[in-house]
């Protein structure tokens, strides 16, 4: 099958940085999707990775290791409109481009 | 342009009965996926849609049904509600098939089973 790894809670204060972390286990993989969520909203796409390294987007940073099945999202120079969920996504291997999530990790930002 | 619609929006009904939510893609997109989401957890994929044909089902019972029409919009069908099919519901359409993981999700249908 296909799971997904993440912390389910992450606090930070704004203006630092945080890291959160995914880990999967899937037998075809296609690449590593983050999603932000706020509370009553619809999951927006931050960043995708097919290779390993580093993609950059803003102060939004996604990381990609297939050997270790793990991925991260790092979030740098925090707001507090950061305060969201974070899904960590693959593709399914039952159709196309349908997504596997994990659990969300849910971020509070505070001053 | 606008993005993805769902209709409605909220919806409440009682448990046995059926319901059929509503969703139309970014134009010019032709896969559609639905989700379900349980409050506190990630979305669970139930149906990709592309090119009117059922493309992927994830792991739900028979009682949810799903279709795409000539103009890529789609329907979900859940008959015989249950309890714990309350959850929100979203759809998300993509540009194609394959590719980078880029979906993009509609605000979903809250459904409340009572």
């Known amino acids: 099958g296909q799971s997904l790894e993440q912390p389910s809670e992450v606090t930070a204060v704004e203006g630092a940085i945080v890291q959160i972390n995914c880990t999967y286990q899937t037998s075809g993989f296609y690449g590593l999707s983050w999603y932000q969520q706020h509370d009553g909203g619809a999951p927006t796409f931050l960043s995708y990775n097919g290779l390993d390294g580093l993609e950059e987007t803003g102060r939004f940073s996604s990381f990609l290791s297939r050997s270790d099945s793990y991925g991260y999202l790092l979030l740098q120079e925090l707001q507090m409109k950061d305060s969201a969920s974070y899904f960590c996504?693959?593709?399914?291997?039952?159709?196309?481009?349908?997504?596997?999530f994990g659990k969300g990790t849910t971020l509070s930002v505070s001053s | 342009d606008a993005g993805v619609t769902q209709s409605p929006t909220h919806l409440i009904k009682t448990r046995g009965q059926q319901v059929t939510l509503r969703c139309s893609p970014i134009?010019?997109?032709?896969?559609v996926s639905w989700y379900q989401q349980v409050l506190g957890q990630g979305p669970q994929f139930i149906f990709q849609y592309y090119e009117k044909e059922e493309r992927g089902r994830g792991n739900f019972p028979d009682r949810f049904s799903a279709r795409q029409f000539p103009n890529y919009s789609s329907e979900l069908n859940v008959n015989a509600l249950l309890l714990g099919d309350s959850a929100l519901y979203l759809c998300a359409s993509s540009l194609v098939l394959a590719g980078g993981g880029e979906q993009f999700f509609g605000p979903g249908t809250r459904l409340t089973v009572l």
């Open positions: 996504a693959v593709r399914s291997n039952q159709a196309g481009t349908a997504l596997i």
């Open positions: 134009s010019g997109h032709k896969s």
